[in-house]
């Protein structure tokens, strides 16, 4: 009985992750074709800001210092090629807006690989080992599976799930 559950919950968050990156095309193509998303501007001092916290980009998300998680739109962390473990500041905003400042950049190195699509989700292969890409970043350098890439890493990689594509080659 254990095993249906478990095999349920693991389709559940296959069908989020699917979910969240078909949210992540349709909002780059809606900024493709609108500019700017409204919700990624930087902030003024003469603004009434609300609350602020801290986090840890991890690939896709910032994990806050209070613990939950904060979704960081694809289009931002793609042009400024955050790169996991990189320290963002969120400052939600009394309208509710989510005003995002990278403020901490960790150490990072740049390599090249082959871009990979397997399961709807994008990889870059380097020596054998594969690092997820955002959707937005390959939409944006329309990249293809088969092409070499350079990506951003953090430098201590050895945890690293993610990469930021810095380049198709």
Not at 134 to 159: H, I, M, W
Request: proline fraction near 4%; hydrophobic fraction near 40%; avoid cysteine.
């Amino acid at each position: 009985m254990a095993d249906v559950a478990d095999k349920q919950i693991k389709r559940l968050r296959t069908l989020i992750q699917e979910a969240e990156t078909s949210l992540a095309a349709a909002t780059e193509l809606l900024v493709s074709l609108v500019g700017e998303d409204p919700k990624v501007v930087n902030s003024t001092k003469e603004e009434v800001l609300g609350k602020i916290i801290e986090g840890v980009f991890d690939g896709q998300n910032m994990v806050g210092s209070d613990g939950k998680i904060y979704p960081v739109p694809a289009n931002y962390a793609s042009k400024s090629k955050l790169v996991q473990g990189d320290i963002l500041k969120l400052t939600i905003a009394d309208d509710g807006a989510f005003l995002y400042k990278q403020i901490g950049p960790i150490p990072r190195k740049q390599l090249v690989g082959t871009l990979k699509l397997e399961n709807g989700h994008y990889f870059v292969e380097i020596g054998g080992r594969n690092f997820r890409v955002l959707l937005a970043s390959v939409t944006y350098f329309k990249a293809k599976p088969g092409d070499q890439v350079s990506v951003n890493v953090p430098e201590d990689d050895k945890t690293a799930e993610w990469a930021a594509l810095e380049a198709a080659l």
